[in-house]
């Protein structure tokens, strides 16, 4: 008979505290029993990664998660673990893998969710401004939403907007309420303030993610003057209370010379930043600026900085396009995540608008078995090579064969879009892309058994 996953928790909760005790000397003890109690084929990529930091005093991000236990309030490192590593990783992926089975579609790790598509900004490219003020997911359906998502194994909850903060009571009275979930937020950072700060100390369990596009010209450039100075105060208010936070980076042909520069990796580090999401600029939205979509030598350039610092900086990166050699491709239509905006239509992806479901007439796992969703499951990857995972920026076709095939429609709230007008835009980026990508590619060796199915 197997280990029951309470007795896991426990368990590893306890190995947990023996941990924060001395951690660059008992960190190793926290592996060799979790690869005692789960089974070999499960996350055994990332267990077998860990592994590697775990053993080697030397390798950098063995430094930064002792950094870690010295940076982060206890309570808020250990609900991170317990959520992340437990939850979220080991007995989600689990029940993760059994519901794929059962079910024969995809079923995601983490989901997306606009509590609202309210916000006080106006960003450059950013397509949350295209659905106006007044839409919003209730209270009620937040709940449901992640309660249904537990039930297939999904304990991450990550909100986008809109500025999601503009909900910040509702945000953490949901995440007091699921205190095995850990939830992330997308934010602006600006409604960032100490009553906040404290009450996200107090639940432990939401991290904040402040998106800034650089130093204060290229990101007062995109989001308005004077919001570089309020984001770097929140992000000292976070630090002082010993918060866990990431930023978020949309690097665009206009920013990516400063997003990849080795000084603005020390200045995140600087700052007290954790992890760093970078997303390449998607052109949503009719009307969007196509002279911001990064030229194909950039691109290279951002791919070859992160793999750089990730040897050399004490910071956890995550490339959303060009990290797809580690994760099997596009992770999107619920392969790993998926996105519900504002008006509760369950779109694929966060830069895909495009849908055949909403939370409000379907279940999420209806919505995980229609059309455009298995789609998403019967095509994906997109592209063997998987430094060419998108299929819109990378192989535009595919998206609008899917859209036309199963008769999903635009979900742009003021201006639907044809999909063929949006993937249009990405064509002569796809085009110069290929040749990089299918070198950068042949020129590394993948075992396929290393690649996350």
Request: proline share 4%.
């Amino acid at each position: 008979m197997g280990i029951s996953n309470s007795v896991k928790s426990y368990g590893l909760s306890k190995l947990f505290d023996y941990v924060e005790k001395e951690p660059a000397h008992n960190m190793g003890k926290v592996m060799e029993f979790i690869d005692k109690i789960t089974p070999g084929d499960v996350m055994a990529t990332q267990r077998a990664a860990a592994r590697r930091v775990t053993a080697d005093p030397g390798n950098v991000w063995n430094g930064m998660i002792c950094d870690l236990f010295r940076d982060i309030d206890p309570f808020v490192l250990k609900q991170a673990f317990q959520n992340f590593v437990i939850n979220g990783s080991l007995n989600g992926w689990a029940q993760q893998e059994k519901m794929r089975k059962q079910y024969g579609c995809n079923i995601p790790w983490a989901i997306l969710l606009d509590p609202t598509s309210a916000c006080n900004l106006h960003c450059t490219g950013c397509w949350a401004a295209e659905y106006g003020n007044k839409l919003n997911l209730t209270f009620d359906e937040i709940d449901s939403i992640i309660e249904q998502g537990k039930e297939l194994g999904c304990y991450i909850y990550i909100y986008t907007g809109g500025e999601p903060l503009v909900r910040k009571k509702d945000l953490i009275a949901l995440a007091n309420k699921h205190n095995d979930c850990e939830f992330l937020c997308f934010t602006n950072a600006t409604l960032i303030d100490d009553d906040f700060c404290k009450e996200m100390l107090r639940v432990g369990n939401f991290m904040p993610i402040p998106s800034v596009e650089g130093f204060e010209a290229s990101t007062d450039f995109r989001r308005g003057e004077g919001t570089y100075e309020k984001v770097t105060n929140a992000m000292k208010l976070m630090r002082k209370y010993n918060l866990a936070y990431g930023v978020s980076c949309c690097y665009t042909s206009k920013n990516v010379d400063v997003i990849g520069s080795e000084e603005y990796f020390d200045w995140m580090i600087g700052m007290g930043v954790k992890f760093a999401w970078f997303f390449s600029y998607m052109p949503v939205g009719a009307g969007a600026d196509t002279s911001l979509i990064t030229r194909a030598d950039q691109r290279e350039w951002m791919y070859n900085q992160v793999r750089k610092f990730r040897k050399s900086k004490p910071i956890f990166t995550l490339d959303f396009m060009d990290d797809g050699e580690y994760v099997g491709g596009c992770i999107a239509g619920g392969r790993r995540y998926l996105h519900i905006n504002a008006n509760g239509d369950m779109d694929p992806c966060v830069f895909i608008h495009y849908s055949d479901t909403n939370i409000r007439e379907h279940t999420l796992l209806e919505g995980l078995q229609r059309p455009m969703f298995m789609a998403y499951h019967d095509n994906q990857p997109f592209n063997e090579n998987m430094l060419r995972p998108c299929p819109v920026l990378d192989n535009p076709g595919r998206l609008t064969q899917m859209v036309e095939d199963t008769g999903a429609h635009s979900t742009e709230v003021l201006v639907p879009e044809d999909v063929r007008d949006y993937s249009a835009r990405t064509v002569e980026a796809a085009k110069e892309w290929k040749p990089r990508a299918d070198r950068l590619w042949a020129s590394k060796y993948h075992n396929p058994a290393l690649l996350v199915k």
